[in-house]
T-cell receptor, first 114, second 114 residues
Framework: EPEVTQTPSHQVTQMGQEVILRCVPI?????FYWYRQILGQKVEFLVS????????KSEIFDDQFSVERPDGSNFTLKIRSTKLEDSAMYFC????????????FGEGSRLTVL | AQSVTQLDSQVPVFEEAPVELRCNYS??????LFWYVQYPNQGLQLLLK??????LVESINGFEAEFNKSQTSFHLRKPSVHISDTAEYFC????????????FGTGTQLKVEL
């Protein structure tokens, strides 16, 4: 069964460092997403991406965040200068539909900022 | 803005007993409703969804949920749980015209015991 894969599964970084989280969405999907879950809190929407541009972003997704689809398979989330409060589980998701909520999620990348 | 409330953070239950996980939502416009499940060390998986039509929806592994518009609820039920149902269950909504931006509840940890 096709699945969304994320790397790394866990990354530890120092505050102020740049981090890139990588995702390989399901191959025929066109809609891509990043969500995050701070420990003990809700899963929160960060950004959606379609046709090589951001469709929607939340207020969390400020200038330190960026997303890119550098080639036909990868979808990346970059955090330019990490802060302690960026520590969270980051989930990538993809969908072949634009508006029915049927997302396929990866297993997540746990980011720990020290 | 829409919101989702899952009042029960943990629900312990014995195997073969029935279970209900509660979900209430708030929205000024129509929504689609979802239950996602997260098994240990895995990503979020869509369990079932309500888009339109019959208010009672079922999953392939015996769960069901009923959309109740007057009570703004979408409770998840299973008449007889199994050990393998141990997981975290997330209720989520998205606006019917709003793309795939999901708003999640805080999750309910279902722990099935022998």
């Amino acid at each position: 069964e096709p699945e969304v894969t994320q790397t790394p599964s866990h990354q530890v970084t120092q505050m102020g460092q740049e981090v890139i989280l990588r995702c390989v969405p399901i191959s025929n999907h066109l809609y891509f997403y990043w969500y995050r879950q701070i420990l003990g809190q809700k899963v929160e929407f960060l950004v959606s991406f379609y046709n090589n541009e951001i469709s929607e972003k939340s207020e969390i997704f400020d200038d330190q965040f960026s997303v890119e689809r550098p080639d036909g398979s990868n979808f990346t989330l970059k955090i330019r200068s990490t802060k302690l409060e960026d520590s969270a589980m980051y989930f990538c998701a993809s969908s072949d539909r634009s508006r029915t909520g049927e997302l396929f999620f990866g297993e997540g990348s746990r980011l720990t900022v020290l | 803005a829409q919101s989702v409330t899952q009042l029960d953070s943990q629900v312990p239950v014995f195997e073969e007993a029935p279970v209900e996980l509660r979900c209430n939502y708030s929205s000024s416009v129509s929504v689609y409703l979802f239950w996602y499940v997260q098994y240990p060390n895995q990503g979020l998986q869509l369990l079932l969804k309500y888009l339109s039509g019959s208010t009672l929806v079922e999953s392939i592994n015996g769960f069901e949920a009923e959309f109740n518009k007057s009570q703004t609820s979408f409770h998840l039920r299973k008449p007889s749980v199994h050990i393998s149902d141990t997981a975290e269950y997330f209720c989520a909504v998205t606006l019917t015209g709003g793309g795939n931006k999901l708003t999640f509840g805080t999750g309910t940890q279902l722990k099935v015991e022998l």
